[in-house]
């Protein structure tokens, strides 16, 4: 049996003001063709499908022509879990007919553990694996409101939360498992020792980062966990077979040089094989940095190469460039080369007001934007650290607000 884990698509998801859904089409294309390919049996999906709480018509129609397309490929089951990114109600709304045609979503949790479990049947009618498709756990799903708890008090409260939802799952999955057929796991965490790249998309779950996951809340009856969260495809805690695959596309120019994938597991009888497949590039993603001479050097380089990149330009050069806008557009005309980004550091920092027409709301996080707020108000130190805290607060509450749910 051939299972494909994949996770992230942030489908609509732009880069600097640039669409990416041509990006989106040539990936679910070449996902469709590998789950034929390869004879795919099952496909995980393991959260952050859209980038957005409401995503665009045109992201929702790639999603849902890809479903179509996946299930006429043989591909018996489909699992989706939601990410933090995703609107539970917005991702459960069709969920009735999709699970017509066997495609399983999972955007939340009920009283039920039972809910996110799924034993899924060959063509014959007969079991061939158990998926627990836990979807991202919300701070309100499994942590209640104490009054008076500190920070750190809610932090532990959550993980132990996290750590008993996987223990209630994975007795009820052992329960399920007879006859030797495969447990799966599947989730949408942040794992102690997970690794990030500056610049990967990867937005805080919760308050602050220090709700990290130990590796080992994962029961021992799972042969293998499916997780989604970190862009960057990687083992957890060095174990092979809990994984995160990883965004299909750079999300970011941080991860330009980074090579994508989807995970394949083959299980047979007791043996589990893991491969990894490599995701092409669809859209070519390039950092230039450095002075003046050495990014119009790069640019022309690229030019005379009939590179169609997309680029981002860090000026690092000691004296100020006021008009290196100006050069990289010359430099660009009459080519295929997209400028998306333009770092002018040396001129942001000369200038004594903080708005700088190169800066815009993309390049600042929104930790920033507060920060930039607290400053032009002259705000002491030690009200500086509680008004943070509590914007953090509200920021996060924000985030896992379900605002369109009715
Ligand atoms: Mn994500």
Same mark, same amino acid.
């Given at each position: ?20 859904? $041509?990006?989106?089409?040539? &990936? %679910? #294309?070449?996902?469709?063709? =590998?789950?034929? @390919?390869?004879? +795919?049996? *099952? ?17 929702? $129609?790639?999603?849902?022509? &890809? %479903? #179509?397309?996946?299930?006429? =490929?043989?591909? @018996?089951?489909? +699992?989706? *879990? ?24 999972? #955007? ?299």
């Amino acid at each position: 049996m051939k299972v494909l884990h994949t996770s992230d698509w942030h489908l609509g998801r732009a880069l600097y003001g640039r669409k990416r859904y $041509e990006e989106f089409e040539l &990936f %679910l #294309s070449w996902l469709a063709e =590998t789950i034929r @390919r390869e004879s +795919v049996d *099952i496909l995980l999906l393991s959260g952050d499908v859209f980038d957005s709480s409401l995503p665009s018509n045109r992201a929702q $129609e790639l999603y849902y022509r &890809f %479903l #179509s397309t996946a299930t006429s =490929t043989g591909c @018996r089951h489909i +699992v989706i *879990i939601a990410g933090n990114h995703d609107s539970p109600t917005f991702l459960n709304a069709p969920g009735e007919l999709l699970k017509a045609l066997n495609i399983h979503v999972v #955007s939340g949790i009920s009283d039920d553990p039972e809910d996110e479990i799924k034993l899924l049947k060959d063509a014959q009618g007969k079991p061939e694996a158990v998926v627990c498709a836990v979807p991202f756990l919300r701070d309100s799903d499994i942590r209640k409101v104490e009054t008076g708890e500190s920070v750190e008090d809610k932090q532990t409260r959550l993980l132990e939360g996290i750590a008993g939802h996987y223990e209630e799952v994975g007795k009820i999955a052992k329960k399920l498992q007879q006859a030797e057929i495969p447990v799966i796991g599947m989730g949408h965490l942040f794992t102690a020792g997970g690794k990030t790249l500056a610049d990967d998309g990867v937005r805080e779950l919760y308050v602050g980062s220090l709700a990290h996951v130990n590796s080992n809340i994962f029961p021992k009856c799972f042969n293998y966990v499916a997780l989604g969260h970190l862009h960057v495809p990687q083992q957890v805690a060095g174990n092979d077979y809990i994984r995160y695959s990883g965004s299909p596309l750079p999300i970011g120019f941080g991860e330009a040089e980074q090579q994508k994938q989807v995970v394949m597991i083959e299980f047979e009888q007791r043996e589990t094989r893991i491969s990894e497949i490599a995701v092409p590039c669809f859209q070519k993603l390039q950092r230039i940095k450095g002075d003046m001479e050495k990014i119009i050097a790069e640019l022309e380089m690229l030019k005379a190469k009939e590179s169609n990149a997309w680029l981002e330009i860090e000026y690092t050069g000691s004296r100020i460039a006021e008009n290196l806008r100006q050069a990289v557009e010359e430099a660009t005309a009459d080519s295929n080369l997209e400028v998306l980004r333009i770092i002018n550091k040396p001129l942001i920092d000369s200038v004594i007001s903080s708005s700088n027409e190169d800066e815009t709301l993309d390049d600042l996080e929104t930790e920033d934007v507060f920060i930039r707020c607290l400053d032009a108000h002259d705000i002491g130190q030690e009200e500086r650290e509680e008004l943070l805290k509590s914007y953090r607060e509200i920021v996060s509450g924000l985030q896992e607000e379900d605002i369109n749910a009715e």
